[in-house]
């Protein structure tokens, strides 16, 4: 697989809400990532921001982790493969280690900001 073969509208991400009462938990994709490096960067941030919403002040790694499986949101990217980051390999070391603030600001990597009006 290669950035230089995007699927047609760009890479997705999979946003999956880890409470929701719903079969496959999707809460939507977000599409047109224009390469896999920029889809993989999104995921890792929006997962990174997730974690640190379930940290609890003085909470230990593994009641992050657990706060995480029950209240917060995973993110995937789709048809990417091995080539595709996943939450799992690195998860732990989130919850072992709060988030400096730009690991955590996935809106910058966001393609729908390019259709606000406001975007420079």
């Known amino acids: 697989m290669s950035d230089l073969f995007a699927p047609a509208g760009g890479w997705r991400v999979r946003i999956r ?35 640190e919403r379930c940290r ?16 917060g949101e995973d993110a ?14 690195e998860l732990h070391d989130f919850a072992a280690r709060p988030a400096a603030i730009e690991e955590r600001d996935w809106r910058a990597l966001d393609p729908r900001r390019h259709d606000e009006p406001d975007f420079q």
């Open 17 to 51: 809400d880890l409470s929701a009462a719903t079969e496959d938990n999707v809460v939507e994709e977000i599409a047109g990532f224009a390469t896999l490096m920029q889809a993989n960067a999104f995921a890792r941030r929006y997962v990174r921001d997730s974690v």
């Open 76 to 89: 995937e990217v789709v048809d990417a493969g091995e080539q595709g980051w996943r939450s799992s390999t």
């Open 56 to 71: 609890a002040v003085g909470g230990t790694s593994r009641e992050v982790v657990e706060a995480w499986f029950a209240w």
